[in-house]
């Protein structure tokens, strides 16, 4: 065997480079293999381990206009239960609050208070019981009992909620520390809301919690229901079913039904198209490994054939060939048995540092056993099979006294064939990723904020009694000579819609609208395009453009332009107001870059609805080169207001639009990078395939030469024929992709059939091949003629 291993190696001799690439990109192959079987596993149950229903569920939220999760109300999750499908619903109210523990309080404890119905509709695990729950107990979360106990007795604690008592029951299972986004602490029955009622709504507090959207719901299904037509009749409900009167009025979100329990769903789906998109290059990559194996084993039998064939016909047994080979490829076997794990780890640990896997994935993207093993086997297995599919074609041909090394018709064939499916692969994946990189340059270019344009984000530690100047609200306030503007929320969280509006010809019918109190320099400040004549004053408002098309159609004005000076009741929690549109500016990316333009009417902070504007910290802008230095003065000014208020630099506005992109630019990277390495991958493999193209050609190319050929017209002629199978595998390429147009704009939102971007791919990549085909022909054809006629 150890003379096979010595033997085999000799034969790489000239061909190592080629030999090394190929096992690097298939340990990398059977690294992302490991990675992704891995991801699409733990992506394939529809719930968490700590739930133990197995019947079909589904969660009920909202959708805002940023597309992310929200909270819904008790009286919607209710309403889902009215539809035949539906066996019974339950929900968790998640709220933040102080509680006792041992005499001492503990602010920001968050608290999820549950329904009586969540044991049965989840499953929930013990020490969650209905006795419990009628007893009124509470759950610790298993982080919060490490936190706050030192010993492991747990009637050692004392506990109170708004001054009643909580008789203990257990300790939660450690998986139910983080339900979605939120960390929980403790677990109350949901009857304790009503000690935390306000004033106004003490005659019907059931109103007050039914009506208040905090809580998440979870129906149990009599069936697997597709969620599309479950979604479709639970919207067509909720528009028919008036809301109770006197409550909180709907948020106009919109209502969200995901399949199984799903807290994390924007998350989740970047996960699962990130997969599958990984899936789709990984296969591409695996195809440029493979099919480079068997072109490099081609080549290598060419050379080798006159070997095999003389062995067989010196009487050799083709049994005792195949171990030969086999022990051959073993230094392969070992390099991807040992280095593929490894590389597999490191792309683990990698992965754990990106927010979207750390955030989904409690404790990190775990490593699985037994499917690195599957896929170390099935890497080794599909790497022997392509190695000896050449060789096994060798041994099956008669021995020939002619000259060794010369290559067959049906081999010429067979690597012309493997050539145009390695470019159709090459071609389709730079199409996807410029397809890609355009789609996401598209969105960056409607970022139209200024660089230096810093804000100033509030943290709040317990409630403040803040009183703004005139000055700062007026815009005239300073802070190291550079103006500061102010807003009431930040630019790219407004939260809900909590104001309404009405047009006088329409006295009857409100419409929830989303809303930003600003200061009087807020929009010069921002560097915000007025389309009209815009300045802010105590008795208007302005309106984004898309506000005004929709004023315009309801009073039906003829263009967009003369809402200007229109009156609009305006109205929210027990505030009502008469404002003028005093301006209309440009749509802002409020919403984020992938959010269709939303309707936002901008109000002056001096008009702040009086119940809430003295426990509002305001968010300052700036344009400064230095932030930090900025943040420290309004500290400065924040310490005079309150001990509870400091600010911290929330980075350049410019960032904050980008951040509301984080899939699409997670989804760009890793497509971009899987396409890097098989463009690398196929510039090493075309080149040594080239090359030893041109080297099996060298006595004929010789031959012509002595005969008076031109080095130059050889070259062009190997050039035109790489060429014509390029443009064959640019029509494959295109049937390919419009075959699968339809499954990427539903996977990615975009079509691949873009001619500007088709003609940029070809033009690359017949750049490609003429540079590669000339760079490996030069290489022969610089010898002298009797070089090449010595072989």
Same mark, same amino acid.
């Given at each position: 065997?150890?003379?096979?291993?010595?033997?085999?190696?000799?034969?790489?001799?000239?061909?190592?480079?080629?030999?090394?690439?190929?096992?690097?990109?298939?340990?990398?192959?059977?690294?992302?293999?490991?990675?992704?079987?891995?991801?699409?596993?733990?992506?394939?149950?529809?719930?968490?381990?700590?739930?133990?229903?197995?019947?079909?569920?589904?969660?009920?939220?909202n959708q805002d206009f940023n597309a992310n999760l929200q909270p819904t109300?008790?009286?919607?999750?209710?309403?889902?239960?009215?539809?035949?499908?539906?066996?019974?619903?339950?929900?968790?109210?998640?709220?933040?609050?102080?509680?006792?523990?041992?005499?001492?309080?503990?602010?920001?404890?968050?608290?999820?208070?549950?329904?009586?119905?969540?044991l049965p509709v989840l499953g929930l695990p013990k020490p969650f019981t209905?006795?419990?729950?009628?007893?009124?107990?509470?759950?610790?979360?298993?982080?919060?009992?490490?936190?706050?106990?030192?010993?492991?007795?747990?009637?050692?604690?004392?506990?109170?909620?708004?001054?009643?008592?909580?008789?203990?029951?257990?300790?939660?299972?450690?998986?139910?520390?983080?339900?979605?986004?939120?960390?929980?602490?403790?677990?109350?029955?949901?009857?304790?809301?009503?000690?935390?009622?306000?004033?106004?709504?003490?005659?019907?507090?059931?109103?007050?919690?039914?009506?208040?959207?905090?809580?998440?719901?979870?129906?149990?299904?009599?069936?697997?229901?597709?969620?599309?037509?479950?979604?479709?009749?639970?919207?067509?409900?909720?528009?028919?079913?008036?809301?109770?009167?006197?409550?909180?009025?709907?948020?106009?979100?919109?209502?969200?039904?995901?399949?199984?329990?799903?807290?994390?769903?924007?998350?989740?789906?970047?996960?699962?198209?990130?997969?599958?998109?990984?899936?789709?290059?990984?296969?591409?990559?695996?195809?440029?490994?493979?099919?480079?194996?068997?072109?490099?084993?081609?080549?290598?039998?060419?050379?080798?054939?006159?070997?095999?064939?003389?062995?067989?016909?010196?009487?050799?047994?083709?049994?005792?060939?195949?171990?030969?080979?086999?022990?051959?490829?073993?230094?392969?076997?070992?390099?991807?048995?040992?280095?593929?794990?490894?590389?597999?780890?490191?792309?683990?640990?990698?992965?754990?540092?990106?927010?979207?896997?750390?955030?989904?994935?409690?404790?990190?993207?775990?490593?699985?056993?037994?499917?690195?093993?599957?896929?170390?086997?099935?890497?080794?297995?599909?790497?022997?099979?392509?190695?000896?599919?050449?060789?096994?074609?060798?041994?099956?041909?008669?021995?020939?006294?002619?000259?060794?090394?010369?290559?067959?018709?049906?081999?010429?064939?067979?690597?012309?064939?493997?050539?145009?499916?390695?470019?159709?692969?090459i071609i389709s994946v730079i199409i996807l990723c410029l397809v890609l990189?355009?789609?996401?340059?598209?969105?960056?270019?409607?970022?139209?904020?200024?660089?230096?344009?810093?804000?100033?984000?509030?943290?709040?530690?317990?409630?403040?009694?803040?009183?703004?100047?005139?000055?700062?609200?007026?815009?005239?306030?300073?802070?190291?000579?550079? =103006?500061?503007?102010? &807003? %009431?929320?930040? *630019?790219?969280? #407004? +939260?809900?819609?909590? /104001?309404?509006?009405?047009? !006088?010809?329409?006295?009857?019918?409100?419409?929830?609208?989303? =809303?930003?109190?600003? &200061? %009087?320099?807020? *929009?010069?400040? #921002? +560097?915000?395009?007025? /389309?009209?004549?815009?300045? !802010?004053?105590?008795?208007?408002?302005?309106?984004?453009?898309?506000?005004?098309?929709?004023?315009?159609?309801?009073?039906?004005?003829?263009?967009?332009?003369?809402?200007?000076?229109?009156? !609009?009741?305006?109205?929210?929690?027990?505030?009502?107001?008469?404002?003028?549109?005093?301006?209309?500016?440009?749509?802002?990316?409020?919403?984020?870059?992938?959010?269709?333009?939303?309707?936002?009417?901008?109000?002056?902070?001096?008009?702040?609805?009086?119940?809430?504007?003295?426990?509002?910290?305001?968010?300052?802008?700036?344009?400064?080169?230095?932030?930090?230095?900025?943040?420290?003065?309004?500290?400065?000014?924040?310490?005079?207001?309150?001990?509870?208020?400091?600010?911290?630099?929330?980075?350049?506005?410019?960032?904050?639009?980008?951040?509301?992109?984080?899939?699409?630019?997670?989804?760009?990277?890793?497509?971009?990078?899987?396409?890097?390495?098989?463009?690398?991958?196929?510039?090493?493999?075309?080149?040594?395939?080239?090359?030893?193209?041109?080297?099996?050609?060298?006595?004929?190319?010789?031959?012509?030469?002595?005969?008076?050929?031109?080095?130059?017209?050889?070259?062009?002629?190997?050039?035109?024929?790489?060429?014509?199978?390029?443009?064959?595998?640019?029509?494959?390429?295109?049937?390919?992709?419009?075959?699968?147009?339809?499954?990427?704009?539903?996977?990615?939102?975009?079509?691949?059939?873009?001619?500007?971007?088709?003609?940029?791919?070809?033009?690359?990549?017949?750049?490609?091949?003429?540079?590669?085909?000339?760079?490996?022909?030069?290489?022969?054809?610089?010898?002298?003629?009797?070089?090449?006629?010595?072989?």
């Open positions: 065997m150890l003379f096979d291993l010595k033997y085999g190696w000799r034969k790489w001799r000239g061909q190592r480079g080629i030999w090394a690439v190929l096992i690097v990109s298939l340990c990398l192959f059977c690294s992302l293999i490991g990675f992704v079987t891995n991801l699409l596993w733990l992506l394939s149950s529809d719930r968490p381990q700590w739930v133990g229903q197995t019947s079909p569920l589904v969660t009920i939220a109300s008790e009286f919607d999750i209710a309403l889902l239960k009215q539809l035949s499908m539906v066996k019974s619903v339950a929900s968790i109210a998640i709220q933040t609050a102080t509680v006792s523990v041992n005499t001492k309080e503990v602010p920001g404890l968050r608290i999820g208070f549950y329904s009586d119905t969540l209905q006795q419990g729950f009628e007893a009124q107990n509470v759950i610790l979360s298993s982080q919060f009992w490490h936190q706050h106990t030192n010993s492991g007795d747990i009637s050692l604690l004392s506990m109170h909620y708004l001054n009643q008592a909580l008789p203990i029951a257990g300790v939660a299972p450690a998986s139910m520390d983080k339900i979605g986004n939120f960390q929980v602490d403790l677990w109350l029955p949901d009857r304790y809301l009503l000690l935390d009622v306000p004033q106004m709504f003490a005659e019907n507090p059931t109103l007050y919690i039914n009506s208040k959207t905090d809580r998440y719901g979870f129906a149990l299904l009599k069936q697997a229901v597709p969620i599309d037509q479950l979604q479709q009749a639970y919207s067509t409900l909720k528009i028919q079913t008036p809301r109770p009167q006197g409550g909180f009025v709907d948020s106009q979100f919109t209502s969200w039904i995901i399949d199984g329990v799903e807290l994390k769903p924007v998350e989740r789906d970047m996960l699962h198209k990130q997969a599958w998109i990984l899936l789709i290059l990984m296969a591409c990559f695996g195809f440029i490994v493979f099919s480079g194996i068997v072109s490099a084993y081609l080549q290598h039998g060419i050379v080798r054939q006159s070997e095999m064939q003389l062995k067989l016909a010196l009487g050799g047994d083709k049994k005792q060939l195949i171990i030969q080979l086999f022990n051959e490829n073993i230094p392969a076997f070992f390099a991807l048995v040992v280095v593929a794990p490894l590389l597999g780890y490191g792309i683990g640990q990698y992965v754990n540092q990106i927010p979207v896997y750390r955030s989904y994935f409690e404790g990190g993207l775990s490593f699985n056993l037994g499917l690195w093993a599957a896929a170390v086997a099935i890497s080794v297995t599909l790497y022997w099979l392509c190695s000896q599919i050449p060789m096994l074609g060798i041994m099956t041909t008669q021995f020939s006294r002619g000259r060794h090394g010369q290559i067959s018709k049906t081999q010429k064939r067979m690597g012309q064939l493997t050539l145009i499916a390695q470019l159709t692969v990189s355009v789609s996401e340059w598209t969105k960056y270019q409607k970022i139209s904020v200024p660089t230096d344009l810093y804000s100033y984000e509030p943290k709040v530690t317990s409630p403040l009694s803040l009183a703004l100047t005139t000055e700062q609200i007026e815009g005239q306030w300073q802070v190291d000579g550079k =103006s500061i503007a102010l &807003s %009431s929320a930040m *630019f790219t969280a #407004l +939260g809900d819609q909590d /104001l309404q509006y009405k047009t !006088l010809n329409n006295p009857g019918v409100t419409k929830p609208v989303n =809303s930003l109190y600003v &200061s %009087s320099n807020f *929009f010069d400040l #921002l +560097g915000i395009t007025a /389309l009209t004549q815009a300045k !802010l004053t105590a008795t208007g408002l302005i309106v984004n453009k898309t506000m005004a098309m929709q004023l315009a159609d309801e009073l039906g004005m003829n263009h967009w332009r003369d809402v200007q000076g229109t009156t !609009l009741n305006v109205s929210g929690f027990y505030y009502q107001k008469q404002l003028t549109v005093q301006g209309i500016i440009d749509d802002q990316l409020h919403f984020g870059l992938n959010q269709s333009t939303t309707p936002v009417m901008y109000l002056h902070l001096s008009i702040f609805n009086p119940l809430f504007a003295h426990r509002i910290a305001p968010v300052f802008y700036s344009r400064t080169t230095t932030p930090e230095l900025t943040a420290s003065r309004i500290n400065d000014w924040a310490s005079l207001q309150s001990p509870h208020l400091t600010y911290v630099v929330d980075g350049s506005l410019e960032q904050q639009i980008v951040n509301t992109n984080s899939a699409g630019k997670l989804l760009f990277i890793t497509s971009f990078a899987m396409a890097v390495m098989i463009g690398l991958l196929v510039i090493f493999t075309l080149y040594y395939r080239f090359h030893f193209g041109v080297k099996v050609q060298q006595l004929k190319l010789a031959i012509l030469l002595a005969v008076g050929g031109q080095k130059t017209s050889l070259t062009l002629q190997i050039i035109k024929l790489n060429i014509v199978l390029m443009c064959i595998a640019v029509l494959c390429s295109a049937v390919l992709l419009f075959s699968l147009d339809e499954y990427t704009i539903g996977l990615l939102g975009v079509s691949m059939l873009q001619p500007i971007l088709w003609c940029c791919a070809v033009i690359f990549c017949s750049l490609l091949i003429v540079t590669i085909t000339f760079l490996a022909t030069k290489r022969i054809l610089r010898h002298s003629i009797s070089r090449l006629l010595q072989g």
